[in-house]
């Protein structure tokens, strides 16, 4: 391969870029500003759009072969290209990191992106409105469980009785950033309940104490006042931590106030576990 400087023909060029995208960086800025040198140049390294003219990092065909080939690429396009949703989602299937880079993405783009790696929500959150998108949130939760953490824990989303049953299904400490009426909700409380017993202290004091003191059991299962039948709560067993007893929900009171099983030899119970060992919550 011939030595690339200023003064190379478009011939040499032309055999020099396809071999290697990144001998683009020396030649005249007239071959910079030809569509065919650089379109054999980001098609062998996209990242070299770089060194391409203004008018051709505004080109659609130069960037659309930059970004496929090198996502991140998108950096380097013009603004209006950025807005591009094209150009933007080619950009994210190929390196989800050019989420970062885009002016313009919607749902399509950004599911995109965190079906590779979870951390492109990190580029979404000051845009509210998809975070206020009921659907979106869904969606992003179900494909990876990790998203609620960049869900706003103040947003509406917190008051509407499908989303919040669907993420205490899957963790029930999430009852937590449920608004007051759904922490009273027993068809939410009982769905946090059965994913991880400790929820229960989220739940409203009158679904504690209704739980707490077990008022009626039918098959083995404990089941809320008003509550049918395919709505139970599965007994949990375990032993005391201070004293060894056995415990079970079947048979022993729940407190209240932490959600532990109350021993009933010693009356222990999670609000006075103060091992350095213990789960914080």
Known sequence: MAIIN?????KDVLAAVQEDGGELRFVSKELKNDKEVVLAAVQQKGAVLHFASKQL??????VLAAVQKTGWALQFA???????REIVL????QDWKALKHARWYNKEVV????QQDLGALQFTLTNGQLWRDKEFVLAAVQQDLGALQFT???GQLWGDKEFVLFVVKQDGFMLE???DELKDDRDIVVAAYNQNHYSLRYASENLRIKVSRV???????IILPDVCSTETITPRTTHCWSCNTSLSTQIHNICGTCGWISCPDCGACGCGYNSPFRFIL
């Open 6 to 10: 200023e003064n190379s023909n478009k």
């Open 57 to 62: 990092k505004n080109d659609k065909d130069i």
């Open 78 to 84: 013009s603004e209006v290209l950025k807005h591009n």
């Open 90 to 93: 080619a950009a994210v299937q």
């Open 111 to 114: 599911l995109t992106a965190i």
């Open 152 to 154: 706003p824990t103040n």
């Open 177 to 179: 950033y449920a608004n």
């Open 215 to 221: 008022i009626y059991r039918k098959n083995n299962n």
